[in-house]
Structures are given as structure tokens and as C-alpha cells.
């Protein structure tokens, strides 16, 4: 299984942006996608997840009502929509993907992919 994320950048505080993963190399539909964030001297923390086969979607407290994560089967794709950025959003986004649908442990995520910087300044 391969993933490439994209879609990082500078953004205001207040400010919108929108991640991409997109996945190959095996069937996706019996597995779970998720987004994992880490700053510096942080663990890597818990975005969100979302199930290939029915959507159903796992976000962290920290970002609920502001991060949307979402999926296109057809397009083998897995997004992350962050609204209202905040400077403490500031960190580089890893999508990474799962067996088990609502994990939310980095060593539940068997495969990840190389990461995309996101900067919120103030």
C-alpha cells in the first residue's frame, strides 16, 4: 500500500485548507484511512478517520466542528477539509491507513505515507 498527501501550506489564522491522500497498491474497501498530525517535541497525535466501505468517520475533540474527513472510492482518495485554522493546528499531516475501523493509536496504522506541512500563522 502506497500514500502521497498533499495539499499543505500557509494559511492565515482563520483560513481553510484541504489535505489529499491517495492511496494504491491494494483493494481499499475492507480498510479504515486516517489523519495523524505532529508538531515539534509533540507525539503524533490523532486527526481523524473514516471507514472505506460505509464512511463512517472518527475526529479527534481537538478539532471537531472544524476538521471534515472524507472519501472518494472512485478516486482512491481520502481527504482532510480544516476550516477555521488556528495556529496551534501548525504541524506536518501524515494519512496512514488501518485494519481496524475507528483506531485511533499511531501502532494501529500499519502503512503511512510521507507527510505535508501545514502552517497557520497568527
Known amino acids: 500500500v502506497q500514500l502521497q498527501a498533499s495539499g499543505g501550506g500557509l494559511v492565515q489564522a482563520g483560513g481553510s485548507l484541504r489535505l489529499s491522500c491517495t492511496t494504491s497498491g491494494r483493494t481499499f474497501g475492507s480498510y479504515a484511512w486516517g489523519w495523524f498530525r505532529q508538531s515539534p517535541g509533540k507525539e503524533r497525535e490523532f486527526v481523524a478517520s473514516?471507514?472505506?466501505?460505509?464512511?463512517?468517520?472518527y475526529v479527534a475533540d481537538s478539532v471537531k466542528g472544524r476538521f471534515t474527513i472524507s472519501r472518494d472510492n472512485t478516486k482512491n482518495t481520502v481527504y482532510l477539509q480544516m476550516n477555521s485554522l488556528k495556529p496551534e493546528d501548525t504541524a506536518i499531516y501524515y494519512c496512514a491507513s488501518t485494519n481496524w475501523a475507528g483506531a485511533t493509536k499511531r501502532n494501529e496504522y500499519n502503512y503511512w505515507g510521507q507527510g505535508t506541512q501545514v502552517t497557520v500563522s497568527s
Open positions: 473514516i471507514t472505506w466501505r460505509n464512511g463512517r468517520t
